[in-house]
């Protein structure tokens, strides 16, 4: 009776073990991407980041290559190639193995895990991850949007969402340094794909504004404050909320950024209130906008016509404008 019951909690423990990396393996996104070289293409499309660690490292994906129809991803961790592990191998053994799997068979499996789950999946032994992975498949040959698609060519997506679907619907990734802005994935009927978005795509403007060049911080902070700003056109309450977390974010980061502050400052106040719109002439002053201070100090007027510190203050910021503008000319 007693071994019995013994062998019972055993497996009952073993069950559960099973159960837990499982659920662990799906929050990681741990994938089986096979991957197959396409007559039409050279390359597989993916580079390994060079590095002295022993963890192997997806640092670019190639737009509408094999890797990029197969799932693989910018920051994924390669645990496995053909069943084999190489977590623990340096850059060139890692680029080796591959080069020659798909040099003999033209194909090559590797099993992946986004870099910041590494850590939490490598006490598991990766014969078990490997079984509880999710397969995802290259096409034999490059499907047809692919072949077709305008190669090396700028463009431009314009993003358009509603009250209805207020998401852009993509999610982005920082390249190597922490330089450059790369389209980690685009959702399905989203926004961004009707838009023409696609995964791999490395962003370069954003709303006009040059980022190529930018920093992670400075990336995501051009898109808090286009999110931020479309959810102000929205402008119903639950929108304004929302506009009203992102630019906060964006002040958490940054306290100096002129446009959080602004937006921010007015969101808050009732343009309909005379001391709102006096308040938002001074915040205008002090983040530099004179132009900006000078539209609202002259709505304040419609309400105080005869107020002498409005018109004094009006007087010092139209005199401002004048002087600069004589500069400029």
């Known amino acids: 009776m007693s071994d019995k019951t013994s062998e019972a909690k055993v497996h009952f423990r073993s069950n559960a073990k099973v159960h837990e ?17 396409w007559r039409n293409r050279k390359g597989i499309g993916f580079h390994i980041a060079p590095s002295s660690s022993s963890l192997p490292v997806i640092c670019m994906v190639e737009s509408n290559s094999p890797a990029s129809a197969g799932g693989l991803k910018i920051c994924d961790a390669i645990l496995a190639v053909n069943n084999k592990n190489i977590s623990e191998a340096n850059y060139q053994q890692a680029t080796t193995i591959i080069k020659t799997a798909l040099n003999t068979k033209g194909r090559v499996d590797l099993l992946v895990v986004e870099q910041k789950f590494y850590k939490e999946l490598k006490k598991n032994d990766i014969s078990m991850i490997s079984s509880s992975a999710k397969i995802l498949v290259t096409p034999h040959s490059m499907p047809a949007d692919f072949f077709n698609f305008p190669k090396h060519q700028p463009r431009t997506c314009d993003i358009h969402v509603n009250q209805d679907n207020k998401t852009f619907g993509f999610e982005v990734v920082s390249g190597d340094d922490n330089i450059g802005i790369y389209i980690q994935e685009v959702a399905p009927d989203s926004a961004a794909s009707n838009a023409g978005l696609r995964k791999s795509d490395r962003i370069i403007e954003i709303n006009g504004t040059y980022i190529e060049q930018d920093s992670n911080m400075n990336y995501q902070h051009y898109l808090w404050i286009a999110q931020a700003s479309v959810y102000v056109d929205i402008g119903d309450d639950k929108s304004k909320l929302e506009a009203t977390k992102l630019f906060e974010f964006v002040l958490y980061e940054n306290p100096l950024h002129d446009n959080a502050r602004l937006n921010l400052a007015i969101l808050h106040f009732n343009p309909s209130h005379v001391h709102a719109l006096e308040t938002c002439a001074i915040v205008g002053l002090q983040m530099n906008h004179p132009t900006e201070a000078f539209i609202d100090l002259n709505q304040v007027l419609h309400f105080q016509p005869s107020s002498a510190p409005l018109l004094a203050n009006r007087s010092v910021i139209q005199q401002f404008l004048d002087d600069n503008r004589n500069q400029s000319c």
């Open 21 to 37: 990396v499982d659920l662990r393996i799906r929050e990681a996104n741990v994938r089986l991407c096979q991957l197959c070289l």
